[in-house]
C-alpha cells in the first residue's frame, strides 16, 4: 500500500511540475520575439539587411518624444523604427532597426566576446548558395576562415553588419 502511494505521490508531484512550468510557457502571445537594433545609419543598414541578409521590410512606425519620454525608451528623443523579417509571416520574429543619428566606434569590436550585449544572431537557411551569392555581390568580407564546413551536412558562414554585429548563417552548401 505504500509503494501505491509513494508511487501516486510521485506521479502528483510530477504532473504538477509539468503544469507550472507549461504555464510559464504559455504566457506568450506570440512565440517569436522581436529584437530592436540601434543602428549608426539607417539606410545603409536597411540596404545590408534587405540585400545581404535576405530580411524583408514589413512595416515602419514611428515614437514620438513624448511618447518615448513616457515610455522609458529615450529622454525624449523621437524616432522611426523600420521591422524586418526573414519572412512575411505572423511567426517570424522582427529584427526592427531605429538610429540616433549616433557614431558607433567599432574600435576592438573584432570578435563576439569583445563586448557585452547581443554581439550575433544565428540564421539557419535551407541553402548556404544564395546567401553566398548575395554576400559576394555586395563585397561583404566573410570573417575567420569562413564559408566552412561544420560537419558532412551543415556549413557555416560568419559577417559582420555595417554597426559591427556578427551574422552567422548555417545551413547546407
Known amino acids: 500500500m505504500k509503494k501505491i502511494q509513494k508511487s501516486l505521490l510521485i506521479i ?3 504532473i504538477l511540475s509539468l503544469s507550472f512550468s507549461s504555464s510559464a510557457q504559455n504566457n506568450f502571445a ?68 531605429m538610429s540616433f543619428n549616433k557614431k558607433t566606434s567599432h574600435k576592438n569590436k573584432n570578435y563576439i566576446p569583445d563586448e557585452n550585449g547581443i554581439r550575433y544572431v544565428t540564421l539557419f537557411v535551407k541553402s548556404m548558395t544564395p546567401v553566398l551569392e548575395r554576400i559576394n555581390k555586395h563585397k561583404v568580407k566573410t570573417l575567420g576562415e569562413t564559408p566552412m564546413m561544420l560537419d558532412e551536412n551543415r556549413q557555416f558562414v560568419l559577417i559582420k553588419d555595417p554597426d559591427g554585429n556578427f551574422i552567422e548563417f548555417i545551413g547546407p552548401k
Open 30 to 97: 506570440k512565440s517569436a520575439i522581436s529584437i530592436g537594433v540601434v543602428v549608426e545609419d539607417i539606410d545603409k543598414s536597411l540596404e545590408f539587411y534587405h540585400n545581404v541578409v535576405g530580411m524583408v521590410k514589413v512595416r515602419e512606425f514611428s515614437v514620438d518624444s513624448e511618447k518615448a519620454k513616457q515610455l522609458g525608451l529615450s529622454n525624449g528623443e523621437s524616432f522611426d523604427v523600420e521591422v524586418l523579417k526573414l519572412e512575411n509571416s505572423e511567426q517570424a520574429t522582427e529584427w526592427k532597426l
Open 12 to 14: 502528483l508531484c510530477g
